[in-house]
């Protein structure tokens, strides 16, 4: 069975400000791929990243970049100097290589970015 | 490109009826899923084809059924809606049929069954 934990419900920052979001995942195989997507309120979801279990260097792109750590199991998301269009929800999700195609996902945290 | 699309954006429909949700790709990805987001369970996988002619079943597969007669279509069928079943739909396609490739998704189903 695999899980994805998402602890943070909802986080609210004032524009200019660094955030990040927490993921922490669980699975018994040793392949696996981990994936943030944004699903800002007009309801689409957008994917931003896909990392696989064996490349754990950081990422950056832009404002945004993950923190991969296996030794926690964890995938964290930064974004720096957030802007109002950085509202939205954020997913953190995984699939494995035993799981039969099912992409788990996170219960989201929704990121308010005030101006 | 238009990537996925689904139809139709939204529907209210009466608990009893059959309802198809449709779901098309002009990307040739080898893959398709069908998705429910529900509030507080972030997105739950409903059925999955690898390819045309196959179908699977994924973690909340009751009430719904696919199929897969060509590469671009993938409709979901509820053949008796539930009031349990309003929520949002999304399908995804990813290029291989590995199943571990990048999923992207249409704009999604929001589908209320009263």
């Known amino acids: 069975a695999q899980k994805v934990t998402q602890a943070q419900t909802e986080i609210s920052v004032v524009e200019k400000e660094d955030v990040t979001l927490d993921c922490v995942y669980e699975?018994?195989?040793?392949?696996?791929?981990l994936f943030w997507y944004k699903q800002p309120p007009s309801g689409e979801l957008v994917f931003l990243i896909r990392?696989?279990?064996?490349?754990?260097q950081n990422e950056i792109s832009g404002r945004y970049s993950w923190n991969f750590q296996k030794s926690t199991s964890s995938f964290n998301f930064t974004i720096t100097a957030s802007q109002v269009v950085d509202s939205a929800v954020y997913f953190c999700?995984?699939?494995?290589?035993?799981?039969?195609?099912?992409?788990?996902f996170g219960s989201g945290t929704q990121l308010t970015v005030l101006p | 490109i238009a990537g996925i699309t689904q139809a139709p954006t939204s529907q209210i429909l009466a608990a009893g009826r059959r309802m198809t949700l449709r779901c098309t790709q002009d990307?040739?990805?080898?893959?398709m899923y069908w998705y429910r987001q529900d509030l507080g369970l972030g997105l739950r996988l409903i059925h999955y084809?690898?390819?045309?002619?196959?179908?699977g079943k994924g973690e909340v597969p009751d009430g719904y059924s696919v199929s897969r007669a060509n590469t671009d279509d993938f409709p979901l069928t509820l053949a008796s809606a539930v009031p349990s079943q309003t929520s949002v739909y999304f399908c995804?396609?990813?290029?291989?049929?590995?199943?571990?490739?990048?999923?992207?998704f249409g704009p999604g189903t929001r589908l209320t069954v009263l």
């Open positions: 084809s690898n390819t045309a002619g196959t179908t």
């Open positions: 999700a995984l699939i494995s290589s035993g799981s039969a195609r099912q992409l788990t």
């Open positions: 990392r696989n279990s064996f490349d754990e």
């Open positions: 995804a396609s990813s290029a291989t049929v590995l199943g571990t490739d990048t999923q992207y």
């Open positions: 990307m040739r990805h080898n893959a």
């Open positions: 699975t018994r195989d040793t392949t696996y791929y």
